[in-house]
C-alpha cells in the first residue's frame, strides 16, 4: 500500500455537534438565561440530568464542570475522614489522584498489569488499610469488577468508579459507571461526549446524591430543582460547604444532543478498534489484549505492547518514523512529562515504585481512533505503524 498517498487522518479532531441545538443555543443567548437555578424548572442542566440518569438506569444525576469535579464531590459526599486511605490504579490520568489530594485523603497506588488493568492480587493486599476504593477504567479497560466489587462488599468499602472514558462499556451487560456506589463521567472534548468540558455523577444512594448535589453549589433551596429527595436535602442544609462546581446550560444542551449518538458511537468506535486490533496483532510486532470476558468495550483509542524485547531507543525510534508519517503514536513512559505516568505525579508525598506499571507504562502504545475514521484512514494508521516497526527492527 502506498502509505504517502491519503492525508494523515486527523485523529484529535472532533464530530460536528447535532445542528438541531441551534433553536437552543439561540434561545439561551437571546435571554441570557445560562445559569442552571435562574429557571423555576426544564433548565438544560436538569433536563441533561434527568435524560442521563435514564440513559444510564440510576436514581441520581449530578451534572458538574469536570469529571475531577465529580470524582472530588464523591469523595466529599461519602464523608471520608481527613488522610482516609483511597485506593487507585498506578495507571490512571493525573486527575484522579488530584482529586484525593483535593478531597484531603491520600491516593494509594495500586499496580497495573500489561493489559492495563488493575493487578487483583496488590489490590487484594492494600484493601486490608483502605478506606474507599476509586476504580479508573483507564482508555475504557475494565479491570475484573466481579473481583473488585466482591472484595469491597466483604470488606464493607464504598466503590466508585471513574467511568471518565467508559461512557457504553458494558460489565456482564450491566453499564460500567452503574456497578460501583457512585459513577464519574467527563464530557472533555477527548471524551465519546464532547461538551467542551463536563461532567456527571450518578448514584442510586438518596443521600450521597443530597450530599454532593449540596456541595456541588446548590444554595439555599436550589436543592428543591433536584427532584425526588427532599428529605435528604432537609438533613444536610447549610451543613455542608459549598464547592461550586455547577454545570451551565450551554454546556448542557451541546451535550444532552449528543446522547441519541451514544449507541453508533460506541458501535463504531468498537468496530475500528476491532479492526485495527486485529491488523496490528496479525503484523508479528505488536499484541493488542484481549477484552475480558465480561467485558464489551467502548473504545475511542487502541493500546498495543511491542512483541519481544524492545530497547527504550528502538521505541523511541518507532515513535518518531510514525509521527514522521504523522501518526501520532505514544509510548505512555517514553512521552515527556505524560500526565499518566504515576512519576510524573510529583504533587505526591511518597511516590512509591510500582515496577510492574512502570514496566507496562514504559513499552504500552497508545494511538487515537475516534469513531467517525473511515476503513481507509484506519488502514493508513495501522500500515504505518506496522512500516514504522520494520524500519525500527531493520535500523538496529
Ligand atoms: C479524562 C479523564 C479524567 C478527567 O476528566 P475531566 O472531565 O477532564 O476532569 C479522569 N479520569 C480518566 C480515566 C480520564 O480519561
Not at 476504593?133 to 483507564?138: D, K, L, Q, R
Not at 447549610?238 to 455547577?246: C, H, K
Not at 450551554?250 to 453508533?264: D, F, K, N, T
Not at 460506541?266 to 485495527?276: A, K, L
Amino acid at each position: 500500500m502506498k502509505i504517502g498517498a491519503l492525508a494523515a487522518p486527523k485523529t484529535y479532531s472532533a464530530e460536528p455537534i447535532p445542528s438541531g441545538v441551534l433553536p437552543e443555543i439561540e434561545r439561551l443567548l437571546a435571554t441570557g438565561d445560562l445559569f442552571r437555578y435562574t429557571a423555576e424548572a426544564d433548565a438544560a442542566v436538569s433536563l441533561l440530568e434527568r435524560d442521563f440518569a435514564e440513559h444510564m438506569g440510576t436514581r441520581y444525576a449530578l451534572a458538574v464542570s469536570s469529571c475531577s469535579a465529580a470524582l472530588f464531590l464523591s469523595l466529599k459526599a461519602l464523608d471520608l475522614p481527613r488522610g482516609a486511605r483511597v485506593l487507585i490504579p498506578a495507571f490512571t490520568f493525573a486527575a484522579v489522584p488530584s482529586a484525593v489530594v483535593h478531597a484531603d485523603c491520600v491516593p494509594v497506588l495500586v499496580e497495573v498489569k500489561d493489559n492495563y488493568r488493575i493487578d487483583l492480587e496488590d489490590f487484594s493486599k492494600k484493601l486490608v488499610d483502605a478506606d474507599a476504593v476509586m476504580i479508573s477504567h483507564m482508555r475504557g479497560h475494565t479491570s475484573d469488577m466481579d473481583h473488585i466489587l466482591r472484595e469491597a462488599d466483604i470488606a464493607g468499602i464504598p466503590v466508585i468508579e471513574d467511568a471518565a472514558h467508559s461512557l457504553g462499556t458494558l460489565w456482564s451487560g450491566r453499564k460500567i459507571g452503574t456497578l460501583g456506589k457512585i459513577g464519574c463521567f467527563s464530557f472533555q472534548s477527548y471524551k465519546l461526549v464532547n461538551g467542551g468540558e463536563g461532567g456527571m455523577l450518578i448514584t442510586d444512594d438518596p443521600e450521597i446524591a443530597a450530599r454532593a448535589v449540596i456541595m456541588s453549589g446548590a444554595y439555599e433551596e436550589n436543592w428543591k430543582k433536584h427532584p425526588g429527595f427532599q428529605n435528604s436535602f432537609c438533613n444536610w442544609q447549610n451543613r455542608l460547604p459549598l464547592y461550586n462546581l455547577r454545570m451551565q446550560n450551554l454546556s448542557a444542551v451541546v451535550i444532552r444532543a449528543q446522547l441519541p449518538e451514544i449507541e453508533r458511537r460506541v458501535r463504531d468506535g468498537r468496530r475500528n478498534h476491532d479492526y485495527v486490533a486485529k491488523i496490528l496483532n496479525d503484523s508479528g510486532y505488536f499484541s493488542v489484549p484481549d477484552a475480558l470476558p465480561q467485558e464489551e468495550r467502548a473504545p475511542d483509542s487502541i493500546q498495543f505492547n511491542f512483541v519481544g524485547a524492545w530497547s527504550d531507543e528502538a521505541a523511541r525510534q518507532f515513535q518518531s518514523i510514525a509521527k514522521e508519517n504523522r501518526v501520532s503514536v505514544q509510548v505512555f513512559g517514553l512521552s515527556q512529562g505524560n500526565a499518566r505516568a504515576y512519576w510524573n505525579w510529583q504533587f505526591l508525598d511518597d511516590l512509591p515504585e510500582l515496577p510492574q506499571t512502570r514496566n507496562m507504562l514504559m513499552r504500552a502504545c497508545d494511538v487515537r481512533l475516534p469513531a467517525q475514521l473511515s476503513t481507509e484512514e484506519l488502514d493508513y494508521i495501522a500500515e504505518n505503524l506496522i512500516q514504522a516497526a520494520s524500519l525500527t527492527r531493520t535500523k538496529k
